[in-house]
Nanobody, 125 residues
Framework: QLQVVESGGGLAQPGGSLTLSCTASGYTLDDYAVGWFRQAPGKEREGVSSISRSGGFTHYADSVKGRFTISRDNAKNTVYLQMHNLKLDDSAIYYC??????????????????WGQGTRVTVSP
């Protein structure tokens, strides 16, 4: 069964850190660009960060630039999102999604079309 599964969500205090993982099963993640998205209650889903197949290209939303870092370990079939200096506004369900972007490039947010079920991040004092 082809799927991506997010993990690592939980509760953190403002200023704290969490690392999310996106792991694929049934297919090789290094053939795909991967994006992280989030959706807070009452808000639209937004793109947070993305990484190209090779890992050579990355992109961050302005709201997380300098605080979040995306990386990939193709040997583990996993993409990570390290989140530091968390803010209350970072609370959301975080999703990863994949796109078979070729050649090696960053897809637009709308191109990601294979989604996981999400992991909840709650930032609270």
């Amino acid at each position: 069964q082809l799927q991506v599964v997010e993990s690592g969500g939980g509760l953190a205090q403002p200023g704290g850190s969490l690392t999310l993982s996106c792991t694929a099963s049934g297919y090789t993640l290094d053939d795909y660009a991967v994006g992280w998205f989030r959706q807070a209650p009452g808000k639209e889903r937004e793109g947070v960060s993305s990484i190209s197949r090779s890992g050579g290209f990355t992109h961050y939303a302005d709201s997380v630039k300098g605080r979040f870092t995306i990386s990939r370990d193709n040997a583990k079939n996993t993409v990570y999102l390290q989140m530091h200096n968390l803010k209350l506004d970072d609370s959301a369900i975080y999703y990863c999604a994949t796109d078979p972007a070729t050649p090696d490039r960053l897809p637009s947010w709308s191109e990601f079309d294979f989604w996981g079920q999400g992991t909840r991040v709650t930032v609270s004092p």
